[in-house]
């Protein structure tokens, strides 16, 4: 689980949450109000369901739940595995491999490996991993653009919302008594909208982008490391070529 996702959430709510009770005359309440609520989640919702196919909008619950659980490999233990394929393909041949796809669970490192056992041409093997890497950037992205889309109309809606109450707050200026609750109201949606957005929908699609270029990095050490394997490199040399990817303090991979 990700720590930081999960404590950022918990800390940015319990700040809002304590800055509204210690304030003199305040209560959680004034705070509470359905109409807003709908206007500012249910338009956004609907904004992005005009920007987005019906089946992007269907995968927003799995993409929220990489936030807290991502599944992105470590670049140091992928490193590691491939050097350990590296030299038992320098030891037992290429064909000795296959033995290993059983503990391969990256079904990315799994494909190459395979390719590589069969024989396939280095270039092929290059094109189809990249074109791999393409696919899933492009699925990381629609998922990051669907957080962004979310993030830029909740504030626009809260907006709407705001005036749509001090339009009923207008018109219904014959009781003065009722214009402080009314302004009150009407300004809630645009703290809704704003809430909304810089502390969910931003932040996630923020740690969506961090997390696909994580995982990207990973696949192109993949990439280059299956192709070092298939062409019979040497295991140091292969470790000493992927492990310019890593900071300096990690470069010492576990035997």
Same mark, same amino acid.
């Given at each position: 689980?990700?720590?930081?996702?999960?404590?950022?959430?918990?800390?940015?709510?319990?700040?809002?949450?304590?800055?509204?009770?210690?304030?003199?005359?305040?209560?959680?309440?004034?705070?509470?109000?359905?109409?807003?609520?709908?206007?500012?989640?249910?338009?956004?919702?609907?904004?992005?369901?005009?920007?987005?196919?019906?089946?992007?909008?269907?995968?927003?619950?799995?993409?929220?739940?990489?936030?807290?659980?991502?599944?992105?490999?470590?670049?140091?233990?992928?490193?590691?595995?491939?050097?350990?394929?590296?030299?038992?393909?320098?030891?037992?041949?290429?064909?000795?491999?296959?033995?290993?796809?059983?503990?391969?669970?990256?079904?990315?490192?799994? $494909?190459? &490996?395979?390719? /590589? @056992?069969?024989?396939?041409?280095?270039?092929?093997? !290059?094109?189809?991993?990249?074109?791999?890497? #393409?696919?899933?950037?492009?699925?990381?992205?629609?998922?990051?653009?669907?957080?962004?889309?979310?993030?830029?109309?909740?504030?626009?809606?809260?907006?709407?919302?705001?005036?749509?109450?001090?339009?009923?707050?207008?018109?219904?200026?014959?009781?003065?008594?009722?214009?402080?609750?009314?302004?009150?109201?009407?300004?809630?949606?645009?703290?809704?909208?704003?809430?909304?957005?810089?502390?969910?929908?931003?932040?996630?699609?923020?740690?969506?982008?961090?997390?696909?270029?994580?995982? $990207?990095? &990973?696949?192109? /050490? @993949?990439?280059?490391?299956?192709?070092?394997?298939? !062409?019979?490199?040497?295991?140091?040399?292969? #470790?000493?070529?992927?492990?310019?990817?890593?900071?300096?303090?990690?470069?010492?991979?576990?035997?």
């Amino acid at each position: 689980m990700d720590i930081a996702t999960a404590v950022g959430l918990l800390l940015g709510a319990a700040l809002l949450l304590i800055s509204v009770l210690i304030a003199p005359g305040s209560s959680l309440a004034a705070f509470v109000d359905v109409p807003s609520g709908l206007v500012v989640v249910g338009g956004a919702i609907a904004a992005c369901g005009i920007a987005y196919p019906f089946g992007a909008l269907l995968r927003t619950p799995s993409v929220t739940m990489k936030l807290f659980f991502p599944k992105a490999p470590e670049l140091k233990a992928t490193i590691a595995q491939l050097v350990s394929f590296a030299e038992v393909a320098r030891r037992d041949g290429i064909l000795a491999l296959e033995n290993k796809l059983d503990e391969v669970q990256d079904p990315f490192v799994k $494909m190459g &490996v395979q390719m /590589a @056992v069969d024989g396939t041409d280095g270039e092929l093997i !290059e094109a189809v991993m990249r074109g791999e890497i #393409e696919a899933v950037a492009a699925r990381h992205k629609v998922g990051k653009g669907l957080m962004e889309t979310l993030g830029r109309y909740a504030p626009a809606f809260g907006m709407i919302g705001t005036l749509m109450g001090l339009i009923i707050m207008l018109g219904n200026m014959d009781d003065p008594e009722a214009i402080g609750p009314g302004m009150a109201v009407a300004l809630i949606t645009t703290l809704y909208g704003a809430i909304m957005s810089n502390l969910f929908c931003l932040p996630f699609a923020d740690k969506l982008g961090y997390y696909s270029k994580r995982e $990207m990095e &990973v696949r192109e /050490a @993949v990439v280059r490391g299956i192709l070092s394997i298939q !062409e019979g490199d040497n295991p140091r040399v292969l #470790e000493q070529k992927l492990s310019t990817m890593l900071p300096q303090a990690d470069r010492t991979l576990a035997a």
